[in-house]
Every structure is written in C-alpha cells, then in structure tokens.
C-alpha cells in the first residue's frame, strides 16, 4: 500500500501516518479521498486513485467489446484472445493507418489489449502505479502524464515499428514510471526523493528487460518512458489550490480528456461506417 503523500503546509513528503509534518511542525489532516486506508486482502491489493480506477475501468470496457465482436464477427477470437483483424478494427496502432488520417489510433491503441493476460498484467499495474502517481502529482497532472505518454509511445512504435500491429496501456505506463523518476531526480538529495529515485530506477530496468521478449514493442515502451519522464520533470508536485499553475495543469487536463473523447468519437464514426 502506498505510504507517501505530501505535506500541505510545506510540500514535503510525509507519510500517511504522519499527523504532524516532520519538517514544517504544522498539523496535518488525510484529505477525504485518503481516509479509507483499510487493506483490501489483507494488502496484497493497493488502493488506487478515483481517475485510475476510471482508466482502469475504460480498458477492461474496451477488452470486453473487442471479444464480444471477435466472437460474433466469427474472426475466430474467444474470451482469452480477440482475433488480430478486431484489435485493428478497434482502434490498434499500425503506421499507414495513422499516415491516411486515422490519427486517433495513437491514442485508441493504449486502450486496446491482445489476450487475456496482457490486460490482466497492465491493469494489476496500473492500479498500483496509477494510485501512486495521483497521490504525488495529483488528478490533473497524472491525466496529462498519461496521455502524453500514450501518444509518444505509439508515435515512436509507429515510426520504428509502421507495420507492425501494436496495442496497450503499458507505453501509458511506462510514462507513469518515468514520471516517477523524474520527481526523484527533481528532488535528488532529500531522503524522499532518493528513496523514489532508487525504487523506481530498479522498476524502470526491470520492465525495460522484460521489453526485449519477442513480440513486445519495445519502441512504444521507451517512447512512454520518455514522455512520462518529461511531462513529471515540468509537471512538479501540486502548488497551491487556485495559483495560476494550479488552473493551467487542469486545463490542460481537460484538454486531454476532450481530445481522448474525441478520438472514441472519431474511432466510432469511422467504425460506422467501415461496417456497412
């Protein structure tokens, strides 16, 4: 479960547990979406955010749809797997594609997934991940993080891999590490920020090993990481409630959710009329 949040007296990170912040001496209260810190499981399940449940449930939606039209359509997909033509139909990444005008399949592909185990591993991560990145940045920050991570992803997958078919939230979640990182080497030198710095350099190097298996696009992974990595350097910690930062960060997070809902729409006419 994550134990980290920051003070908001003097923006230091403090812990959960803390009622009165180490650093500045101010008392300080669990906001009203961290109250409820019960384990679930026993904590073998972390808590995760509002908005990563949201994404969470957005992905699962979208692999239920791609297996019930793989089965009806007879494309020869089942519950385990939709077959390749669906995930393609639905949205996937592939270059030629996106080079005709189907710009919208640089972010529909990170809401897409290729079998049953894909989508089970990068939601068990999303919802850990994700809660952590909320909680450090907040709502509006981690949504422009996710999104630009889910587009320079599927660009750099696009340009190194055009023909290959891709989809996934994992090229969104690498940016979710890279985020990470960048707020540990922002604040490198402070027992905080080594401590995330050092943890999340370890996870990097794990899943950047784990992106050299054979059908893995490597590309999309790295090309998150970096997004990710650049969006949290810029991003820093929340400021203070309404200072103009504040307001620029959730409308840039409004545009996100208004261009990501576009692209379904986009994504939905043109499904309607490649179905007739």
Not at 49 to 78: D, K, Q, R
Not at 148 to 177: D, E
Request: charge should be positive; proline fraction near 4%; charged fraction near 10%.
């Amino acid at each position: 479960m994550e134990t980290r949040r920051m003070c908001p007296h003097c923006r230091a990170f403090i812990t959960t547990g803390d009622r009165v912040c180490p650093y500045c001496n101010e008392p300080v209260a669990p906001k009203r979406s961290e109250r409820p810190q019960g384990a679930i499981l026993g904590g073998l399940i972390p808590h995760a955010g509002y908005l990563t449940v949201i994404i969470l449930l957005i992905n699962s939606g979208m692999y239920l749809a791609t297996v019930l039209y793989s089965n009806n359509s007879g494309g020869g997909g089942n519950f385990m797997t939709p077959d390749g033509r669906t995930v393609l139909i639905f949205g996937a990444k592939r270059a030629d594609l996106i080079a005709l005008g189907q710009w919208w399949r640089l972010i529909m592909a990170g809401y897409l997934h290729l079998g049953i185990i894909h989508i089970l591993m990068n939601m068990w991560v999303l919802f850990d991940l994700g809660a952590q990145v909320e909680q450090i940045y907040g709502g509006a920050r981690m949504l422009v993080i996710y999104f630009v991570a889910n587009i320079v992803g599927f660009y750099a997958s696009a340009f190194f891999y055009p023909y290959v078919v891709s989809a996934g939230a994992s090229a969104a979640l690498f940016g979710l590490v890279g985020a990470m990182l960048a707020i540990g080497i922002r604040y490198r030198g402070s027992p905080a920020g080594d401590m995330i710095r050092s943890v999340y350099m370890r996870y990097m190097v794990y899943l950047i090993l784990f992106s050299f298996i054979p059908g893995v696009d490597l590309a999309a992974h790295i090309g998150g990481l970096v997004g990710g990595f650049g969006i949290g350097y810029i991003a820093d910690r929340p400021q203070h409630p309404g200072s103009w930062i504040e307001r620029f960060w959730h409308i840039a997070a409004g545009c996100a959710i208004a261009i990501t809902g576009y692209s379904f729409l986009k994504w939905y006419l043109w499904f309607k009329t490649f179905s007739q």
